[in-house]
């Protein structure tokens, strides 16, 4: 009987053990991500790969310099930590309509717009470290994040 419970405790700790590594393993980001979304049926530029590690690692950055919550704050998170996309909230492909026919938006509606709101948040981030560092390493125009397609 003793056997059995011992042979049993071992076979629990095992099962946890690869549960909780796979958990884990599916929350922490891969080095490098591949921006696209299912949201774009076609893309006219290629697709932006976010040096993710660079950004955490190298850099320095807080998760919640890009990772906020649905009023712009800065989330608490660490690495591993479980994030939502930004195609989740900012949901419309694309970006806004522009000219003077383009329907009036309210903010909100603004940012439900997914690529304005990579492009402000990847951009603008990029254009103050380029100032502040006195270089053009972050890139700062299409080409510079969007890779050329054949």
């Given at each position: 009987?003793?056997?059995?419970?011992?042979?049993?405790?071992?076979?629990?700790?095992?099962?946890?053990?690869?549960?909780?590594?796979?958990?884990?393993?599916?929350?922490?980001?891969?080095?490098?991500?591949?921006?696209?979304?299912?949201?774009?049926?076609?893309?006219?530029?290629?697709?932006?790969?976010?040096?993710?590690?660079?950004?955490?690692?190298?850099?320095?950055?807080?998760?919640?310099?890009?990772?906020?919550?649905?009023?712009?704050?800065?989330?608490?998170?660490?690495?591993?930590?479980?994030?939502?996309?930004?195609?989740?909230?900012?949901?419309?492909?694309?970006?806004?309509?522009?000219?003077?026919d383009a329907p009036k938006?309210?903010?909100?509606?603004?940012?439900?717009?997914?690529?304005?709101?990579?492009?402000?948040?990847?951009?603008?981030?990029?254009?103050?470290?380029?100032?502040?560092?006195?270089?053009?390493?972050?890139?700062?125009?299409?080409?510079?994040?969007?890779?050329?397609?054949?």
């Open positions: 009987m003793k056997k059995k419970l011992l042979l049993l405790a071992v076979a629990v700790l095992f099962v946890s053990f690869f549960i909780s590594a796979g958990l884990f393993a599916d929350s922490t980001p891969q080095d490098i991500i591949n921006m696209e979304s299912k949201a774009y049926t076609e893309h006219k530029k290629g697709i932006c790969e976010f040096p993710h590690k660079k950004h955490a690692e190298d850099l320095k950055l807080e998760c919640g310099t890009c990772h906020h919550d649905d009023k712009g704050a800065a989330l608490e998170l660490k690495a591993g930590d479980d994030v939502q996309k930004c195609i989740e909230c900012h949901n419309k492909p694309g970006e806004k309509p522009k000219g003077k938006l309210t903010p909100k509606q603004k940012r439900e717009y997914h690529a304005d709101m990579m492009h402000a948040q990847c951009k603008g981030c990029h254009k103050d470290y380029n100032k502040e560092n006195k270089t053009k390493a972050a890139p700062a125009t299409c080409k510079g994040c969007h890779p050329k397609t054949n």
